[in-house]
């Protein structure tokens, strides 16, 4: 915490100048006490123990004005750049932080939604609850605060109660790229009503090589019996910075699984947690990821088990190549009372080169004693003999590596349900993974 | 006050049987005793002339003097730590009298006051017997001062010099000054400042090229007087080809307040030397409610120097209110090797957040990890552990393992394991349970008529065997008995 402000900080200032009024009381009051708290803290600094691996010195020195709306509104995207095999259920598309009516489609019984311009502009108050306190509640999370200080737009999303959505639904962030070094911040509520189940694709893509930011900030609420299904896909280009944080809660019985590939990004951190507020409740997370050149990115998973006979279980995967650098920290909490929990973590990583870098840390926080609970981490690389069985056999090395390369990721997209996503996310994982022989 | 010096290096034998040992460990806290004799101690407070008095009071030469006003100054600096999972009570370190010695200093161990001996039978340590019978050399700090050693004639034909750090400052100086504070440096963290600063007394071992210690030597640390704090001082040097195995363990009487100790051992493996430390903390932890009770904020860290040195750390902690410490191994030399295993109980109100750290930095590096956590009460008991592997260690390996058993439904029990790795020939692995005494275990042992409490006991007893293994005999009886002991009441 200097006494200067960063560039960052300077520029995050000035952009919220920029903003007119929302002509809602409370939501201007909001952004502003957003605003002022995140002028105070600034961006986290080495110290700060959930920043400890994820340094951004760099980041604090540059300054990104707000992506300009119209803009993003009237830039050309090709529809192709973000089409997904399998997941065509209807599509919200947001360009640089914008909702774009023409290139979004979502017609399906149940499914009520409206971009939060939209939402805001016509109805505020239902989302008061939502915008206006959770905001205080993020307290200390400097991005959060950023987010809830500069996002205009976003998705209300919510699905009635005992709907069974067919098609899987797909929301967009497109990086138009035509807009320089500019940060757009989005919003999002999604609420599955009770017993309803459903499919959500998040897909992150770029058009350009813009080096934007990105935050996004979602709250997430599975109802009594529903049933969620969270695909993550980030293939953003690699001069983006992408801050994600998620925020899902689970209610009796309700069961959500996700699934998360993270490919693209200079610097990108995702934060996930996941609250099992009623009993029986079950979060299950897959995730991967696989990075080169120099990369960073940052996982940090969370899930409190805060009911009785609530399940969790988490497989992550972490590859890294080049001068990359990636961070996983997942923690399971057990509360007071939360008997009957069982939760269980496992975090492998391959470190593929000497400039590489990897620090994981699984954690435990356990406050109940009917418990099973168990994590288990890995740092290590391709075992030496599975490479040399495969080339006694005829295989080139390259070849025989990225084949042991997918096959230590495949557990990850295994349990995906949908065949079609799942057999195109295994292609764009090998796609991106490293080819070159690392250490010969 | 120049104690050692005059203390008679023969020692007689007045046969004593060992069943106080036992006696000692089998109820609640027996440990917690006042022995009522003098003590000479410095008013409490601190400032840099406490730090030049205490310094004058040891007789110590300019440099050390020195040493420690540059650490004191440096302390000032620096912010209490506060990243562990603890709820401490602000310490008010001007309260805190940082000498205290028993007044009668004794020419000799047999002058020593009987009723210091008496305590030291009490705690199951009879200097003469039990050194004798087990063959382990004992040197006992009570409060701040080294109040005698034992088979240091044995040692001395050896080649090993071990007695109190008071005496090696002043007999041993340069072997002193070449190694104290290379392992922890004065500035390395705050208690750790605050100890170069006032450390008062402690051991020193050194063990020259070649030699394998003839027997086991062994600290004994008690807490008596009332409002002081222990800050011992611990530095063992094992010269190439040399081995040692030390032994440790700590008590301290009932008191409301909370007292503080902060210590510091440093351990130094040259080539292919070894080093085995281990530990029986039994500190008084406070009473159900978390009224008094030992603060222990210890640096312990071992620096394995040598191409194929080895350090081993095995500590059983039941005691203390509050627990700040991981012993940790920097494998600087290839091929070197680093081992912790731990067993940490806590119960009633105690917080433990303990732990290691794996620094690999030399080629082929070798570390593994075993930690057991047992939560009862309303207890808090977590593991923090660092490994990392630096870009040159190529082919480091390190395996850790951390359990923790919870036995009720108030206590808590963490796992906080860092991992950081830079390079690609390095293996990591991390595996970690939580879970309670499973109903079937219990069940079964009752079915065959073993009472609960004594299956509980059995039961942890085998979780902790991993750990119990690698303590010398006797320590392993001891730490048993202690589980036992702090297990009381937790069931049921």
């Not at chain 1, 995207?77 to 399998?86: I, M, Q, R, S, T």
């Not at chain 1, 997942?330 to 009372?337: F, H, K, L, M």
């Not at chain 2, 912790?340 to 957040?353: E, G």
């Not at chain 2, 119990?468 to 202690?482: G, N, Q, T």
Request: glycine share 8%; aromatic share 8%.
């Amino acid at each position: 915490m200097s006494n200067a402000p960063s560039p960052f900080v300077r520029a995050a200032l000035d952009a919220a100048a920029t903003l007119p009024s929302t002509g809602i009381a409370w939501l201007d009051a909001a952004r502003a006490e957003n605003l002022d708290a995140f002028a105070v803290t600034g961006l986290p600094e080495g110290r700060d123990e959930a920043w400890k691996y994820t340094p951004l010195r760099a980041l604090s020195q540059r300054g990104f004005a707000l992506a300009d709306r119209a803009a993003a509104v009237a830039a050309i995207v090709d529809p192709a750049l973000y089409a997904l095999p399998g997941v065509d259920g209807g599509r919200v598309v947001f360009v640089d932080g914008a909702f774009r009516a023409d290139l979004s489609s979502l017609d399906a019984d149940g499914v009520e939604w409206t971009p939060l311009s939209g939402a805001l502009s016509t109805h505020p108050e239902p989302l008061r609850f939502a915008l206006a306190n959770r905001y205080r509640r993020a307290a200390a999370d400097a991005f959060a605060h950023l987010n809830a200080a500069l996002s205009t737009d976003g998705l209300v999303l919510r699905i009635s109660e005992g709907v069974a959505l067919a098609k899987p639904l797909h929301i967009v962030h497109v990086s138009s790229g035509v807009q320089g070094d500019s940060a757009w911040h989005v919003r999002v509520l999604v609420e599955i009503g009770k017993y309803a189940s459903a499919e959500i694709v998040e897909h992150f893509v770029s058009a350009g090589a813009a080096a934007q930011l990105g935050t996004l900030v979602s709250d997430v609420v599975a109802g009594e019996g529903a049933r969620l299904g969270l695909v993550v896909v980030q293939d953003a280009s690699v001069a983006t910075t992408l801050v994600r944080r998620s925020h899902v809660r689970l209610d009796e019985r309700a069961e959500v699984t996700l699934h998360a590939l993270e490919l693209g990004g200079a610097l990108v951190r995702h934060e996930v947690s996941a609250e099992l507020v009623g009993d029986g409740a079950r979060f299950d997370s897959r995730g991967v990821f696989a990075l080169s050149g120099r990369q960073h990115a940052d996982t940090q998973l969370e899930i409190r088990h805060n009911a009785r006979n609530t399940a969790s279980d988490a497989l992550w995967r972490g590859i890294a190549d080049g001068r990359s650098r990636g961070v996983f920290r997942g923690a399971i909490v057990v509360s007071e009372g939360a008997d009957g929990t069982d939760a269980s973590l496992s975090n492998k990583n391959l470190l593929l080169s000497g400039q590489a870098e990897i620090d994981t840390k699984p954690e435990l926080e356990i406050y109940a004693d009917e418990v099973k609970a168990a994590h288990g981490a890995t740092i290590g690389q391709l075992d030496e003999r599975s490479l040399f069985y495969l080339r006694s056999r005829g295989i080139p090395l390259v070849q025989a590596r990225s084949l042991l390369t997918l096959a230590f990721c495949r557990a990850v997209f295994e349990s995906l349900p949908n065949e079609a996503l799942r057999e195109h996310l295994g292609e764009l994982l090998v796609a991106h993974l490293p080819t070159s022989p690392a250490a010969e | 006050m120049n104690e050692s010096e005059n203390m008679t290096r023969d020692v007689a034998a007045p046969v004593r049987d060992n069943a106080e040992v036992e006696a000692a460990l089998n109820r609640r806290y027996e440990a917690g005793f006042v022995t009522d004799i003098e003590s000479t101690s410095l008013p409490p407070g601190l400032s840099e002339d406490i730090v030049r008095q205490l310094s004058a009071i040891k007789q110590e030469p300019e440099w050390m003097t020195e040493w420690r006003l540059a650490a004191y100054r440096h302390w000032l600096t620096m912010p209490e730590p506060d990243w562990a999972k603890l709820d401490i009570a602000p310490i008010d370190y001007q309260a805190v009298s940082y000498y205290s010695a028993p007044k009668a200093g004794p020419k000799s161990l047999d002058e020593v006051d009987p009723k210091l001996l008496e305590t030291y039978e009490k705690l199951g340590v009879p200097l003469h017997e039990r050194a004798r019978l087990a063959g382990v050399a004992v040197d006992a700090v009570f409060d701040s001062v080294s109040v005698g050693t034992t088979f240091r004639k044995e040692l001395a034909e050896a080649g090993v010099i071990f007695c109190s750090m008071s005496e090696a400052i002043r007999e041993h100086g340069d072997l002193v000054r070449q190694y104290l504070g290379s392992v922890v440096p004065t500035g390395d963290n705050y208690f750790a400042a605050l100890n170069s600063a006032v450390f008062s007394d402690g051991s020193f071992v050194f063990i020259p090229k070649g030699v394998r210690c003839p027997m086991e030597l062994s600290t004994y640390f008690r807490i008596n007087a009332i409002n002081t704090g222990q800050f011992e001082r611990t530095l063992i040097v094992a010269e190439d080809d040399a081995y040692v195995s030390y032994l440790e363990g700590c008590t301290a009487p009932m008191r409301d307040e909370n007292q503080l100790h902060a210590a510091v051992v440093e351990l130094v493996a040259l080539e292919r030397a070894q080093i085995k430390y281990s530990t029986v903390q039994n500190w008084y932890p406070g009473d159900e409610n978390g009224v008094g009770g030992i603060y222990n904020f210890v640096t312990k860290r071992g620096d394995c120097r040598g191409a194929d040195s080895k350090i081993s750390w095995t500590q059983v902690e039941t005691g203390s209110a509050i627990t700040w410490k991981y012993p940790s191994c920097v494998l600087r030399g290839d091929r070197s090797v680093g081992e912790f295993y731990s067993v940490a109980l806590t119960h009633h109100r105690q917080q433990a957040d303990t732990g290691t750290k794996m620094i690999h930095i030399g080629k082929g590096t070798k570390s593994k990890i075993v930690a057991k956590g047992i939560s009862a009460g309303r207890s808090s008991n977590s593991y923090r552990g660092l490994v990392k592997i630096e870009k040159g260690a190529d082919g480091a390996r390190n395996y850790t393992q951390c359990d923790s058993l919870l036995i009720g439904k108030k206590c808590g029990a963490h796992t906080f394991p860092y991992m950081e790795v830079k390079n690609p020939n390095a293996i990591v692995e991390h595996e970690a349970t939580t879970s309670k005494i499973s109903d079937d275990q219990l069940f079964y042992c009752l079915s065959r008529g073993i009472g609960e409490e004594d299956a509980v006991s059995m039961i942890v007893d085998g979780f902790c065997k991993q750990v119990f293994r690698e303590l010398p005999m006797e320590f392993a009886v001891e730490a048993k008995k202690l589980l036992e002991v702090s297990l009381e009441g937790a069931v049921g």
